[in-house]
């Protein structure tokens, strides 16, 4: 027997993917590693970006259901929520910069994952696919008709055969590596990241996200604490390392020994969650013969919980295109590729937004931060758009920065760090 689609992975973009595929007939079969497919085991932030036309889109809630009106579709979700109207960076001496909008409408929103991967894995049920659950897929090959993609549950080895297979297997893609489609993209590193669900954190501020810069909290990334789902005494922070220098111990230098500690001395933890992260540069053509991959798989570390829906939807659609003969995986290309800002050709230049630590020594951070403090920035959370806003609102004192800290101005020059050739 031959599906008319495989799909691996069974996150938002896949069961999009497989509900999109399967509405308009196809014969689809799900393959996922996991047993319980709507429990989240591994660290997401579960926001939803409310930045308008953000990755090509202006996503809203209303009425039990996330509506994506630039792209034509809605996913039901009634769970809780909890929404978060300011964020903020901090440098070491507590100077703020304070991204918020004016009528406090929201920056993002955090949902329960589960429940919306639950949501959609009951429509998919409905639709007749077929799920593989604790199965690996671990090598794909071409054959005449398609694909054959190889698979191992429980020791023991299979094979299915598909028209077409969709890759939707996360930032760390076994099917994107057997494809050999990793050979042309960089790799950068690995990044290790660890939620810290606590409470009894002095001064949590549940409507709000704060980014700590500087080597005195201990951490050469910044440190991130918002709110949980849980209620609003629960925060999660979210540390982030790599193999030399691990989130559990830069946990404990931040806790216990960084500046931030005096937060923590009645704090507890309650959860944790983790994960690794293999960052590459995203594939700028995310297909090769009758594989698409999509969602995290092809991005540059991740697309977001709404920008996996969107490659769902969008993949689901192009297959039918594909095998209509009307070129639905070119459609879905351009698409990729004007949608997304990690697509770019500017991109890294945005994220060395955030290489403050240790580029900065926690002085010119104070000082930096000083500059802007008593401003309200736009109350963005793209993290591509929070650095630009953040480098033009420091620029506007480069006079003052150049008479006061020579020094400093000619750092931020040599660094390249302002993203546009501004000085």
Known sequence: MIHDLAIVGAGPAGL????????????????????????????????????????????????????????????????????????????????????????KKPIVIKYDKGLLLQGLLEKCEKLGIEFKNSTVA????????????????????????????IAADGVNSRNVESLGMNKERIYFAT????????????????????????????????????????????????????????????????????????????????NKLGCAVNAYTSLRVPWKDNTLIIGDAAGYVEVEIQGGLMCGYRAGNAVCQELAGEGGFEKYTKWWQTSFEFNSD????????????????????????????DEVLEGTYNQYKSPKLMWDAFLKHRDRIGQERPDLYEKIKSKRLTLSDVL
């Open 16 to 103: 999009m993917a497989a509900k999109t595929a399967a509405e308009k007939g196809l014969k689809v079969v799900l393959i996922e590693k996991k047993s319980n497919i709507s429990t989240v085991t591994r660290a997401c932030c579960q926001l939803l970006i409310m930045d308008e036309n953000f990755e090509g889109e202006s996503v809203r809630l209303s009425e039990g259901k996330i509506l994506f009106p630039n792209n034509g579709f809605a996913v039901d979700y009634t769970g809780p929520t909890c929404t978060v109207t300011d964020k903020y960076y901090i440098s070491p001496a507590g100077h703020k910069i304070h991204f918020s909008y004016p009528d």
């Open 138 to 165: 671990y090598s794909v090959a071409e054959t005449v008709e398609g694909i054959e993609l190889s698979l191992r549950r429980k020791g023991r080895q299979s094979t299915i055969r598909a028209k077409k297979l």
């Open 191 to 270: 990044a290790l990241c660890v939620l810290y669900f606590m409470e009894g954190i002095k001064g949590f501020e549940p409507t709000a996200i704060k980014s700590y810069f500087g080597l005195s909290y201990k951490s050469n990334v910044p440190v991130i604490m918002g709110p949980s789902l849980d209620n609003e005494n629960i925060a999660c922070l979210i540390i982030m390392g790599n193999k030399k220098q691990r989130p559990e111990q830069v946990f404990q230098n931040v806790t216990a020994g960084g500046a931030l500690s005096p937060l923590f001395e009645k704090a507890q933890v309650i």
């Open 346 to 373: 500017d991109y890294l230049r945005v994220a060395q937004g955030f290489a403050l630590v240790p580029t900065y020594a926690d002085d010119e951070l104070d000082y930096l931060f000083g500059l802007i403090e």
